[in-house]
Protein backbone atom coordinates (compact mmCIF):
# COMPACT_ATOMS: atom_id res chain seq x y z
CA UNK A 1 0.00 0.00 0.00
CA UNK A 2 1.18 2.95 -1.10
CA UNK A 3 1.40 6.73 0.45
CA UNK A 4 -0.39 8.04 -2.32
CA UNK A 5 -2.82 5.19 -1.56
CA UNK A 6 -3.31 6.28 2.34
CA UNK A 7 -3.56 10.02 1.95
CA UNK A 8 -6.26 9.41 -1.25
CA UNK A 9 -8.52 7.59 1.91
CA UNK A 10 -7.99 10.38 4.19
CA UNK A 11 -9.18 12.41 1.77
CA UNK A 12 -12.27 10.80 1.32
CA UNK A 13 -12.86 10.63 5.03
CA UNK A 14 -12.20 14.47 5.45
CA UNK A 15 -14.55 14.78 2.39
CA UNK A 16 -17.64 13.24 4.26
CA UNK A 17 -17.05 15.61 7.05
CA UNK A 18 -16.19 18.84 4.83
CA UNK A 19 -19.81 18.39 3.24
CA UNK A 20 -21.92 18.34 6.28
CA UNK A 21 -20.28 20.93 7.92
CA UNK A 22 -20.47 23.48 4.86
CA UNK A 23 -24.02 23.63 4.81
CA UNK A 24 -24.27 20.80 2.97
CA UNK A 25 -22.08 21.43 0.07
CA UNK A 26 -24.99 23.69 -2.07
CA UNK A 27 -23.70 27.14 -3.06
CA UNK A 28 -20.97 26.85 -5.83
CA UNK A 29 -18.16 27.90 -4.29
CA UNK A 30 -18.30 25.08 -1.34
CA UNK A 31 -19.20 22.76 -4.45
CA UNK A 32 -16.10 23.74 -6.48
CA UNK A 33 -13.67 22.16 -3.31
CA UNK A 34 -15.47 19.45 -2.83
CA UNK A 35 -14.31 18.72 -6.90
CA UNK A 36 -10.95 20.03 -5.99
CA UNK A 37 -10.94 17.26 -2.96
CA UNK A 38 -11.98 14.63 -5.73
CA UNK A 39 -9.76 15.44 -8.32
CA UNK A 40 -7.48 15.14 -5.67
CA UNK A 41 -8.49 11.35 -4.60
CA UNK A 42 -8.16 10.46 -8.67
CA UNK A 43 -4.80 12.01 -9.08
CA UNK A 44 -3.58 9.89 -6.33
CA UNK A 45 -4.97 6.90 -7.63
CA UNK A 46 -3.46 7.58 -10.60
CA UNK A 47 -0.19 7.96 -8.65
CA UNK A 48 -0.47 4.86 -6.74
CA UNK A 49 -1.21 3.01 -10.05
CA UNK A 50 1.72 4.50 -11.25
CA UNK A 51 4.11 3.74 -8.35
CA UNK A 52 2.74 -0.32 -8.04
CA UNK A 53 2.92 -0.48 -12.00
CA UNK A 54 -1.45 -1.78 -11.22
CA UNK A 55 -4.16 -0.09 -12.44
CA UNK A 56 -6.70 -1.51 -9.83
CA UNK A 57 -10.38 -0.81 -10.45
CA UNK A 58 -13.83 -2.07 -9.73
CA UNK A 59 -16.09 -3.80 -11.68
CA UNK A 60 -18.92 -3.01 -9.84
CA UNK A 61 -21.67 -2.23 -12.03
CA UNK A 62 -23.75 0.43 -9.98
CA UNK A 63 -20.91 3.02 -10.87
CA UNK A 64 -21.51 2.63 -14.82
CA UNK A 65 -25.44 3.75 -13.96
CA UNK A 66 -23.89 6.83 -12.41
CA UNK A 67 -21.52 7.57 -15.56
CA UNK A 68 -24.55 6.73 -17.78
CA UNK A 69 -26.90 9.53 -16.16
CA UNK A 70 -23.45 11.98 -16.72
CA UNK A 71 -23.12 11.03 -20.01
CA UNK A 72 -26.84 11.09 -21.14
CA UNK A 73 -26.86 14.69 -19.80
CA UNK A 74 -24.30 15.59 -22.06
CA UNK A 75 -26.72 14.14 -24.88
CA UNK A 76 -29.56 16.72 -23.83
CA UNK A 77 -26.82 19.62 -24.36
CA UNK A 78 -26.05 18.61 -28.14
CA UNK A 79 -27.89 21.07 -30.38
CA UNK A 80 -29.67 19.82 -33.38
CA UNK A 81 -31.17 23.39 -35.35
CA UNK A 82 -31.96 26.63 -33.65
CA UNK A 83 -35.88 28.61 -32.75
CA UNK A 84 -36.45 31.38 -35.04
CA UNK A 85 -36.00 34.93 -33.95
CA UNK A 86 -37.26 35.10 -29.91
CA UNK A 87 -37.97 38.53 -28.64
CA UNK A 88 -34.87 39.96 -31.27
CA UNK A 89 -32.55 37.49 -30.03
CA UNK A 90 -32.35 34.82 -33.43
CA UNK A 91 -30.09 31.57 -33.45
CA UNK A 92 -30.83 30.15 -30.32
CA UNK A 93 -29.88 26.39 -30.16
CA UNK A 94 -32.53 24.00 -30.14
CA UNK A 95 -31.99 21.08 -27.39
CA UNK A 96 -33.52 18.40 -25.47
CA UNK A 97 -33.09 20.27 -22.23
CA UNK A 98 -35.13 23.26 -21.62
CA UNK A 99 -32.41 24.90 -19.99
CA UNK A 100 -28.55 23.72 -21.20
CA UNK A 101 -26.06 25.16 -18.81
CA UNK A 102 -28.14 23.47 -15.25
CA UNK A 103 -28.03 20.86 -17.31
CA UNK A 104 -24.22 20.59 -18.47
CA UNK A 105 -23.59 22.06 -14.45
CA UNK A 106 -26.06 18.75 -13.62
CA UNK A 107 -24.15 16.18 -15.81
CA UNK A 108 -20.47 17.55 -14.59
CA UNK A 109 -21.64 16.58 -10.90
CA UNK A 110 -22.87 13.30 -11.52
CA UNK A 111 -19.40 12.59 -13.27
CA UNK A 112 -17.68 14.06 -10.51
CA UNK A 113 -19.96 11.34 -7.62
CA UNK A 114 -18.92 8.71 -10.57
CA UNK A 115 -15.42 9.43 -9.94
CA UNK A 116 -15.52 9.98 -6.39
CA UNK A 117 -17.29 6.42 -6.44
CA UNK A 118 -15.16 4.54 -8.39
CA UNK A 119 -12.11 5.55 -6.29
CA UNK A 120 -13.79 4.92 -3.04
CA UNK A 121 -14.46 1.13 -4.39
CA UNK A 122 -10.83 0.60 -4.79
CA UNK A 123 -9.88 2.27 -1.52
CA UNK A 124 -11.78 -0.25 0.50
CA UNK A 125 -9.57 -2.81 0.07
CA UNK A 126 -9.27 -4.51 3.32
CA UNK A 127 -11.81 -5.13 6.72
CA UNK A 128 -9.59 -2.65 8.41
CA UNK A 129 -10.81 0.62 6.16
CA UNK A 130 -14.10 -0.61 6.20
CA UNK A 131 -13.80 -1.08 10.02
CA UNK A 132 -12.27 2.77 10.40
CA UNK A 133 -14.98 4.28 7.62
CA UNK A 134 -17.80 2.74 9.40
CA UNK A 135 -16.45 3.95 12.80
CA UNK A 136 -15.99 7.52 11.09
CA UNK A 137 -19.60 7.55 9.95
CA UNK A 138 -21.30 6.56 13.62
CA UNK A 139 -18.72 8.57 15.37
CA UNK A 140 -19.24 11.81 13.62
CA UNK A 141 -22.63 11.42 13.04
CA UNK A 142 -23.18 10.97 17.11
CA UNK A 143 -21.20 14.62 17.37
CA UNK A 144 -23.44 15.81 14.48
CA UNK A 145 -26.84 15.18 15.94
CA UNK A 146 -25.68 16.30 19.61
CA UNK A 147 -23.96 19.72 17.86
CA UNK A 148 -27.53 20.03 15.96
CA UNK A 149 -29.52 19.52 19.31
CA UNK A 150 -27.60 22.05 20.99
CA UNK A 151 -27.63 24.38 18.43
CA UNK A 152 -31.68 23.81 18.12
CA UNK A 153 -31.61 25.00 21.12
CA UNK A 154 -29.15 28.34 21.84
CA UNK A 155 -29.28 29.21 17.84
CA UNK A 156 -32.69 27.82 16.03
CA UNK A 157 -32.08 30.21 13.32
CA UNK A 158 -28.13 30.95 12.94
CA UNK A 159 -26.11 27.78 11.83
CA UNK A 160 -22.80 27.73 13.91
CA UNK A 161 -24.60 31.04 15.43
CA UNK A 162 -22.97 32.98 12.58
CA UNK A 163 -25.26 32.05 9.24
CA UNK A 164 -28.96 33.20 8.87
CA UNK A 165 -30.50 31.08 7.09
CA UNK A 166 -33.27 32.96 4.60
CA UNK A 167 -36.68 33.94 4.88
CA UNK A 168 -38.88 30.52 4.83
CA UNK A 169 -35.99 28.35 5.41
CA UNK A 170 -36.07 25.79 8.22
CA UNK A 171 -32.38 24.71 9.05
CA UNK A 172 -31.65 22.36 11.70
CA UNK A 173 -27.76 21.47 12.37
CA UNK A 174 -25.55 22.84 9.29
CA UNK A 175 -28.30 22.19 6.70
CA UNK A 176 -30.59 24.85 5.67
CA UNK A 177 -33.44 22.53 5.05
CA UNK A 178 -34.43 20.28 8.00
CA UNK A 179 -35.03 17.86 5.79
CA UNK A 180 -31.86 17.20 4.53
CA UNK A 181 -30.57 16.73 8.04
CA UNK A 182 -33.05 14.15 8.74
CA UNK A 183 -31.95 12.38 5.74
CA UNK A 184 -27.92 12.61 6.92
CA UNK A 185 -29.20 11.10 10.81
CA UNK A 186 -31.31 8.11 8.55
CA UNK A 187 -27.91 7.31 6.89
CA UNK A 188 -25.42 7.98 10.08
CA UNK A 189 -27.05 5.89 12.67
CA UNK A 190 -27.85 3.10 10.05
CA UNK A 191 -24.28 1.30 10.45
CA UNK A 192 -24.19 1.39 14.14
CA UNK A 193 -27.98 -0.23 14.36
CA UNK A 194 -27.09 -2.69 11.48
CA UNK A 195 -24.15 -4.01 13.85
CA UNK A 196 -26.48 -4.16 16.94
CA UNK A 197 -29.49 -6.16 15.36
CA UNK A 198 -26.95 -8.96 14.12
CA UNK A 199 -24.87 -9.16 17.56
CA UNK A 200 -21.20 -7.49 16.07
CA UNK A 201 -20.96 -5.21 18.54
CA UNK A 202 -18.91 -6.44 21.84
CA UNK A 203 -20.84 -6.66 25.09
CA UNK A 204 -18.41 -3.89 26.47
CA UNK A 205 -19.45 -1.50 23.53
CA UNK A 206 -22.98 -1.84 23.36
CA UNK A 207 -24.32 0.47 25.67
CA UNK A 208 -22.66 3.59 24.09
CA UNK A 209 -23.58 1.92 20.54
CA UNK A 210 -26.93 2.44 21.86
CA UNK A 211 -26.51 5.64 23.45
CA UNK A 212 -25.17 6.93 19.92
CA UNK A 213 -28.64 5.50 17.98
CA UNK A 214 -30.74 7.30 21.05
CA UNK A 215 -28.93 10.44 20.35
CA UNK A 216 -29.04 10.64 16.68
CA UNK A 217 -32.65 9.60 16.52
CA UNK A 218 -33.46 11.84 18.85
CA UNK A 219 -31.90 14.58 16.95
CA UNK A 220 -34.08 13.08 13.52
CA UNK A 221 -37.29 13.03 15.57
CA UNK A 222 -36.03 16.78 17.19
CA UNK A 223 -35.55 18.18 13.06
CA UNK A 224 -39.13 17.89 12.40
CA UNK A 225 -39.06 16.57 9.43
CA UNK A 226 -42.51 14.14 8.71
CA UNK A 227 -40.64 12.24 5.28
CA UNK A 228 -37.29 11.81 7.65
CA UNK A 229 -39.93 9.99 10.47
CA UNK A 230 -41.08 7.89 8.12
CA UNK A 231 -37.84 6.83 7.12
CA UNK A 232 -36.56 6.03 9.95
CA UNK A 233 -39.50 3.77 11.28
CA UNK A 234 -39.16 2.30 7.77
CA UNK A 235 -35.79 1.49 8.44
CA UNK A 236 -35.93 -0.27 11.70
CA UNK A 237 -38.61 -2.14 10.26
CA UNK A 238 -36.38 -3.47 7.47
CA UNK A 239 -34.07 -4.12 9.82
CA UNK A 240 -35.85 -6.34 11.88
CA UNK A 241 -37.20 -8.29 8.70
CA UNK A 242 -33.58 -8.40 7.40
CA UNK A 243 -31.77 -10.15 10.43
CA UNK A 244 -34.84 -12.29 11.80
CA UNK A 245 -34.17 -15.70 11.08
CA UNK A 246 -37.34 -17.63 9.21
CA UNK A 247 -39.23 -19.64 12.01
CA UNK A 248 -37.48 -18.01 15.03
CA UNK A 249 -40.51 -17.01 17.02
CA UNK A 250 -38.33 -16.05 19.96
CA UNK A 251 -35.95 -13.86 18.03
CA UNK A 252 -38.81 -12.22 16.19
CA UNK A 253 -40.31 -11.08 19.56
CA UNK A 254 -36.86 -10.18 20.69
CA UNK A 255 -36.32 -7.85 17.77
CA UNK A 256 -39.64 -6.77 17.53
CA UNK A 257 -39.63 -5.53 20.97
CA UNK A 258 -35.74 -3.80 20.94
CA UNK A 259 -37.37 -2.18 17.68
CA UNK A 260 -40.23 -0.86 19.72
CA UNK A 261 -38.02 0.20 22.58
CA UNK A 262 -35.62 2.03 20.43
CA UNK A 263 -38.50 4.12 18.78
CA UNK A 264 -40.54 4.69 22.00
CA UNK A 265 -37.33 6.12 23.60
CA UNK A 266 -36.40 8.42 20.82
CA UNK A 267 -39.60 9.48 21.25
CA UNK A 268 -39.31 9.94 25.26
CA UNK A 269 -36.03 11.53 24.51
CA UNK A 270 -37.76 13.95 22.08
CA UNK A 271 -39.85 14.83 24.70
CA UNK A 272 -37.30 15.23 27.49
CA UNK A 273 -34.84 17.68 25.13
CA UNK A 274 -37.63 19.40 22.94
CA UNK A 275 -40.70 19.37 25.34
CA UNK A 276 -44.11 18.82 23.32
CA UNK A 277 -43.04 20.89 20.50
CA UNK A 278 -40.77 18.02 19.37
CA UNK A 279 -43.66 16.35 18.09
CA UNK A 280 -46.29 19.59 17.16
CA UNK A 281 -43.61 21.06 15.48
CA UNK A 282 -44.25 17.84 12.25
CA UNK A 283 -47.58 18.32 12.77
CA UNK A 284 -47.31 21.88 12.42
CA UNK A 285 -45.62 21.26 8.49
CA UNK A 286 -48.20 19.69 7.66
CA UNK A 287 -50.54 22.53 7.66
CA UNK A 288 -48.38 24.41 6.66
CA UNK A 289 -49.81 26.70 3.26
CA UNK A 290 -46.20 26.73 1.20
CA UNK A 291 -47.19 26.65 -2.29
CA UNK A 292 -43.45 25.49 -2.80
CA UNK A 293 -43.81 22.61 -0.20
CA UNK A 294 -47.72 21.36 -1.85
CA UNK A 295 -46.96 17.97 -2.59
CA UNK A 296 -50.05 17.56 -4.22
CA UNK A 297 -50.13 20.24 -6.65
CA UNK A 298 -46.41 19.53 -7.47
CA UNK A 299 -47.23 15.84 -8.11
CA UNK A 300 -50.24 17.15 -9.98
CA UNK A 301 -47.98 19.53 -12.38
CA UNK A 302 -45.20 17.27 -12.53
CA UNK A 303 -46.99 14.73 -14.23
CA UNK A 304 -48.13 17.16 -16.60
CA UNK A 305 -43.99 17.75 -16.74
CA UNK A 306 -43.63 14.37 -17.45
CA UNK A 307 -46.37 13.95 -20.61
CA UNK A 308 -44.84 16.89 -22.26
CA UNK A 309 -41.32 15.91 -22.30
CA UNK A 310 -41.14 11.95 -22.73
CA UNK A 311 -39.55 10.30 -23.92
CA UNK A 312 -36.18 12.40 -23.63
CA UNK A 313 -36.98 14.63 -20.45
CA UNK A 314 -36.69 18.34 -19.90
CA UNK A 315 -33.14 17.94 -19.34
CA UNK A 316 -31.08 17.30 -15.86
CA UNK A 317 -31.92 20.00 -13.25
CA UNK A 318 -34.59 22.14 -15.47
CA UNK A 319 -37.09 20.85 -14.04
CA UNK A 320 -37.59 24.38 -12.47
CA UNK A 321 -37.61 25.50 -16.31
CA UNK A 322 -40.07 23.09 -17.27
CA UNK A 323 -42.70 23.50 -14.33
CA UNK A 324 -43.58 27.25 -14.92
CA UNK A 325 -45.36 26.17 -18.28
CA UNK A 326 -47.96 23.83 -16.33
CA UNK A 327 -48.12 25.63 -13.12
CA UNK A 328 -51.84 26.83 -12.27
CA UNK A 329 -50.98 29.08 -9.45
CA UNK A 330 -49.92 32.43 -9.69
CA UNK A 331 -45.91 31.74 -10.25
CA UNK A 332 -44.89 34.43 -7.87
CA UNK A 333 -43.36 31.38 -5.84
CA UNK A 334 -40.81 29.08 -8.21
CA UNK A 335 -40.72 25.78 -7.40
CA UNK A 336 -37.11 24.05 -8.32
CA UNK A 337 -37.96 20.66 -7.02
CA UNK A 338 -40.79 17.43 -7.42
CA UNK A 339 -40.51 16.81 -3.76
CA UNK A 340 -40.41 13.17 -5.19
CA UNK A 341 -36.81 12.16 -6.70
CA UNK A 342 -39.10 8.92 -8.82
CA UNK A 343 -41.10 11.72 -10.25
CA UNK A 344 -38.31 14.15 -10.81
CA UNK A 345 -35.74 11.67 -12.82
CA UNK A 346 -38.57 10.47 -15.10
CA UNK A 347 -39.43 14.40 -15.54
CA UNK A 348 -35.57 15.46 -16.10
CA UNK A 349 -34.51 12.40 -17.94
CA UNK A 350 -37.65 10.35 -18.86
CA UNK A 351 -37.40 7.49 -20.29
CA UNK A 352 -33.92 6.96 -19.70
CA UNK A 353 -33.98 8.23 -16.29
CA UNK A 354 -36.50 5.89 -15.29
CA UNK A 355 -34.83 2.65 -16.57
CA UNK A 356 -31.59 3.87 -14.72
CA UNK A 357 -33.39 4.29 -11.43
CA UNK A 358 -34.61 1.13 -11.78
CA UNK A 359 -31.65 -0.73 -12.56
CA UNK A 360 -29.85 0.95 -9.84
CA UNK A 361 -32.50 0.32 -7.34
CA UNK A 362 -32.74 -3.51 -8.84
CA UNK A 363 -28.55 -3.49 -8.48
CA UNK A 364 -29.06 -2.13 -4.68
CA UNK A 365 -31.58 -5.06 -3.86
CA UNK A 366 -29.21 -7.72 -5.24
CA UNK A 367 -26.22 -6.89 -3.49
CA UNK A 368 -28.45 -6.84 -0.34
CA UNK A 369 -29.51 -10.48 -1.06
CA UNK A 370 -26.22 -11.47 -0.71
CA UNK A 371 -24.89 -9.14 2.40
CA UNK A 372 -27.93 -11.12 4.25
CA UNK A 373 -25.80 -13.92 3.47
CA UNK A 374 -22.45 -12.82 4.58
CA UNK A 375 -20.57 -15.21 7.19
CA UNK A 376 -18.73 -12.97 8.65
CA UNK A 377 -20.78 -11.23 11.76
CA UNK A 378 -18.91 -8.02 11.25
CA UNK A 379 -19.04 -7.71 7.95
CA UNK A 380 -22.78 -8.52 7.73
CA UNK A 381 -23.56 -5.98 10.09
CA UNK A 382 -22.24 -3.22 7.98
CA UNK A 383 -23.58 -4.41 4.50
CA UNK A 384 -27.28 -4.58 6.46
CA UNK A 385 -26.91 -1.03 7.58
CA UNK A 386 -25.24 0.25 4.88
CA UNK A 387 -28.23 -1.33 3.08
CA UNK A 388 -30.91 0.10 5.47
CA UNK A 389 -29.92 3.47 5.13
CA UNK A 390 -29.88 3.39 1.25
CA UNK A 391 -33.22 2.05 2.26
CA UNK A 392 -33.92 4.81 4.37
CA UNK A 393 -33.03 6.95 1.68
CA UNK A 394 -35.04 5.17 -1.16
CA UNK A 395 -38.12 5.76 1.08
CA UNK A 396 -37.65 9.61 2.63
CA UNK A 397 -37.38 10.39 -1.36
CA UNK A 398 -40.80 10.02 -2.24
CA UNK A 399 -41.78 12.94 -0.02
CA UNK A 400 -38.32 14.97 -0.63
CA UNK A 401 -35.40 15.84 -2.60
CA UNK A 402 -32.59 14.83 -0.37
CA UNK A 403 -30.36 13.42 -2.87
CA UNK A 404 -30.04 16.78 -4.91
CA UNK A 405 -28.08 17.91 -1.64
CA UNK A 406 -24.01 17.03 -2.11
CA UNK A 407 -23.05 15.97 1.37
CA UNK A 408 -26.32 13.16 1.03
CA UNK A 409 -25.57 11.78 -2.19
CA UNK A 410 -21.75 11.53 -0.94
CA UNK A 411 -22.59 9.93 1.97
CA UNK A 412 -25.45 8.14 0.29
CA UNK A 413 -23.03 6.46 -2.09
CA UNK A 414 -20.25 5.62 0.73
CA UNK A 415 -22.75 3.76 2.15
CA UNK A 416 -23.59 1.83 -1.13
CA UNK A 417 -19.41 1.23 -1.51
CA UNK A 418 -19.64 -0.45 2.08
CA UNK A 419 -22.23 -2.46 1.00
CA UNK A 420 -20.43 -3.59 -1.63
CA UNK A 421 -17.25 -3.86 0.14
CA UNK A 422 -19.23 -5.69 2.90
CA UNK A 423 -19.21 -8.64 0.24
CA UNK A 424 -15.82 -9.58 -0.28
CA UNK A 425 -13.62 -11.28 1.94
CA UNK A 426 -10.23 -9.66 3.49
CA UNK A 427 -6.87 -11.23 4.70
CA UNK A 428 -7.50 -8.99 8.07
CA UNK A 429 -11.06 -10.27 8.95
CA UNK A 430 -11.45 -10.63 12.23
CA UNK A 431 -13.78 -14.04 12.79
CA UNK A 432 -16.46 -14.20 14.68
CA UNK A 433 -15.82 -15.13 18.19
CA UNK A 434 -18.82 -17.54 18.65
CA UNK A 435 -17.33 -19.62 15.69
CA UNK A 436 -14.73 -22.17 15.62
CA UNK A 437 -11.22 -20.34 14.40
CA UNK A 438 -10.56 -21.89 10.62
CA UNK A 439 -6.74 -22.16 10.27
CA UNK A 440 -5.41 -21.78 6.68
CA UNK A 441 -8.74 -20.90 5.20
CA UNK A 442 -8.10 -20.40 2.03
CA UNK A 443 -10.98 -17.76 1.68
CA UNK A 444 -10.23 -15.60 3.82
CA UNK A 445 -8.43 -13.21 1.25
CA UNK A 446 -10.12 -10.70 -0.24
CA UNK A 447 -11.14 -10.80 -4.42
CA UNK A 448 -9.18 -8.33 -5.11
CA UNK A 449 -10.69 -5.60 -7.71
CA UNK A 450 -9.41 -6.72 -11.38
CA UNK A 451 -6.26 -4.63 -12.48
CA UNK A 452 -4.02 -4.09 -15.14
CA UNK A 453 -0.55 -3.69 -15.42
CA UNK A 454 0.73 -0.03 -15.67
CA UNK A 455 3.64 0.40 -18.59
Known sequence: MTLANRIAFVVFCAAIVFTALAYGTVHQPI????????????????????????????????QLLIYAAAVYGFVQVIPFGSYAEIAGVAEISKTISLDPFITKMTAIHFL????????????????????????????????????????????????????????????????????????YMEMGIAIPLGLLFTGAVAAD?????????????????????????????????????????????????????LAVMLLAAVVGGSFFVGGESSLTRIADTAGSRDITTDRSHIWTVTMKVIGDNLPFGAGLGAFGVAYTKH???????RV?????????????????????????????????????????????????????????ILVHSVFDFVLHTTAI??????????????LSRYEDDIEDSSRPSRRGHKGARRSRAPSLPVA
Open 31 to 62: ILLFYTLVATMFVLWMVDSAKTGVLRFSRDPV
Open 112 to 183: VLGVMFSVVLVLLDSASRIRRLALLIAVFSFGFAFFAILQGVLSPDRIFGVYEAPAGASPYGSFVNRHNFAA
Open 205 to 257: KRLLSITAVGLMGVSLLLSGSRGGLIAFVAQVIFLVILTVKTGRSSEIYLKSG
Open 327 to 333: DSYSGLE
Open 336 to 392: EQAHNDYLQAVADAGLVGLILGGLFIWFIFQLGRRAVRTENRFRRGVGIGALSGVFA
Open 409 to 422: SVLFLTLVALLIAS
